[in-house]
């Protein structure tokens, strides 16, 4: 039977413009799709996606959840669209405040929005709850992007004793072209949810930041991929402290590489 990986991520062209991250997030799961895998991919609903050319429509079935972050309700809208390379469907977490009316984490004046956190802790949960309403369980969790870095701690604590997650492998790949400035002013209450608890990231500073948000990405995850050439060297240092498995930059071509890491992390 074939291996069930999960990509979740930040950015998949064509959906938006071409870019290091969003071709990663179009081509990472195809090649492996095409060494045999089975697969899922979820990505936020950024507001310079154009539902009519990436003919995206709404999944009833899957929307109308809302999730309560930092003592507010927000509202959890999926939508879908096919995507012909893997002969699989992309789902688009989407809601008014965080995605449709805005764009993706630098705004008009390219300027990260104050509430990226924020962001990241709805699409996180956005899609743990969406795959658990799939039914389809997951044998490794590949994150893409800053918007993907609280799938670790999630799936490591307030997920972990969910039947979709309870066995599952989380890989966390690190780009070079990080975002930098702090990530929200409240992070810490807008990512507490069951035991996922402040207390948990107490050894991080107060402003949490970008660099922050990845550290703790690799921390709990269960391996981790240098996924660009040019990724920082303090970066580099933290993950071969952390003693997590580690695969270096494999080059353009590294479906084969990616399918071995894969076997390897589940054998």
């Not at 799709?33 to 991919?41: L, M, N, P, S």
């Not at 799938?151 to 490591?156: G, R, T």
Request: with cysteine; aromatic share 12%.
């Amino acid at each position: 039977m074939a291996k069930k990986i999960l990509f979740i991520n930040q950015e998949i062209s064509p959906y938006v413009p071409e870019s290091e991250m969003s071709a990663m997030g179009r081509l990472a799961p195809q090649r492996v799709f095409e060494k045999g895998f089975e697969i899922r991919t979820f990505m936020p609903k950024w507001g310079n996606i154009n539902e009519r050319r990436g003919q995206l429509h709404e999944v009833i079935r899957l929307s109308g959840m809302n999730l309560i972050i930092n003592e507010t309700d927000h509202p959890l809208v999926i939508k879908v669209a096919s995507m012909p390379a893997c002969r699989t469907q992309v789902y688009f977490i989407d809601n008014d405040d965080y995605f449709t009316k805005r764009l993706m984490g630098l705004d008009e004046n390219n300027v990260p929005y104050e509430d990226n956190g924020e962001r990241a802790v709805f699409f996180a949960r956005g899609v743990l709850e969406t795959v658990k309403k799939l039914r389809w369980i997951p044998d490794i969790i590949h994150c893409q992007g800053w918007m993907s870095h609280i799938i670790p701690i999630y799936v490591k604590t307030a997920y972990c004793d969910e039947p979709s997650f309870a066995n599952t492998k989380v890989v966390t790949s690190i780009f070079g072209n990080q975002l930098e400035g702090v990530v929200c002013d409240d992070f810490r209450d807008c990512l507490s949810f069951r035991s996922a608890t402040p207390e948990l990231i107490a050894g991080y500073p107060d402003d949490f930041t970008y660099s922050d948000l990845a550290k703790m990405a690799i921390e709990y995850s269960d391996a981790v991929v240098e996924a660009t050439p040019d990724v920082s060297q303090d970066m580099v240092k933290f993950i071969a402290e952390s003693g997590k498995p580690h695969l270096a930059y494999p080059g353009e071509n590294f479906g084969q590489a990616y399918a071995d890491f894969y076997d390897t992390l589940l054998s």
